[in-house]
């Protein structure tokens, strides 16, 4: 069973707060999005493996711990999920992106692929999903289906905030992806929104609503 980690760091939460409030702009939810995700990027790499290194620093050597040369890739599902890209690169410079293009048809909820390009090497990498919103589960498993069948071992989701049916419908598809969250809500109502959530992430975002 995949670990569900929910991020209780006192920045994360306040800048969640803001978030959530249906009167903040276009222009700072983008912000507040990206912002979050560089916050949680931060604690869900915190097991990369490290190496020691010498360094010579002006004074003497200094032994020091790099990142040991693990591949990373961020792929964010289309559109939310790209307002998180920025704050995870700025994060994790090296990392390159995948784009999974999904969206739920709002009849059956069920997601729809309409675009998929990974880095070629992609299969050595490990990647972290991102998708601020984890409302019924079907397009970060659907995401996680589909960059397994290229290749790639090692999955992480991120996602602003959960639901109890995403989550669950995470552990029973994908038990080996672990999930980071900002906040686990209460359950989705009857169009599969997160309740209270935050509305429609991709309108908010990009401003098309
Ligand atoms: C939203 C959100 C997730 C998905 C979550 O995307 O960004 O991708 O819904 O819902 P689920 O867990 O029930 O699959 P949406 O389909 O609205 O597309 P958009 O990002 O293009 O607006
Ligand atoms: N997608 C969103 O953007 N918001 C929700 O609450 C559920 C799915």
């Not at 040369?69 to 939310?80: E, H, Q, S, W, Y």
């Not at 998180?84 to 700025?90: H, P």
């Not at 498993?141 to 996602?159: C, D, N, Q, Y």
Request: glycine share 8%; hydrophobic share 45%.
């Amino acid at each position: 069973m995949s670990n569900v980690m929910v991020f209780d760091h006192p920045l994360i939460q306040h800048k969640l707060s803001v978030l959530r409030d249906e009167k903040t702009s276009v222009k700072e939810f983008r912000e507040l999005v990206s912002e979050i995700a560089k916050l949680m990027c931060y604690e869900a790499t915190r097991d990369l493996p490290l190496e020691e290194v010498k360094v010579k620093t002006p004074v003497a050597e200094a032994t020091c711990r790099r990142i040991a040369g693990k591949k990373l890739a961020i792929v964010p599902i289309l559109r939310a999920g790209l307002g998180m890209v920025d704050g995870m690169v700025d994060m994790i410079p090296n990392a390159k992106v995948g784009h999974i293009g999904l969206f739920r048809d709002p009849e059956t909820l069920e997601p729809v692929k309409y675009y998929f390009k990974m880095p070629p090497d992609i299969a050595e990498r490990d990647v972290i999903i991102v998708d601020p919103m984890l409302a019924t589960g079907g397009s970060a498993v659907a995401a996680a289906t589909f960059i397994k069948e290229t290749g790639v071992k090692h999955i992480k989701l991120m996602s602003i905030i959960g639901a109890p049916e995403g989550v669950q419908a995470m552990q029973a598809a994908h038990p080996d992806v672990d999930i980071f969250v900002a906040a686990l809500d209460d359950h989705l109502n009857e169009h599969g929104y997160i309740v209270p959530g935050l509305g429609d992430a991709g309108d908010r975002i990009f401003g098309t609503k």
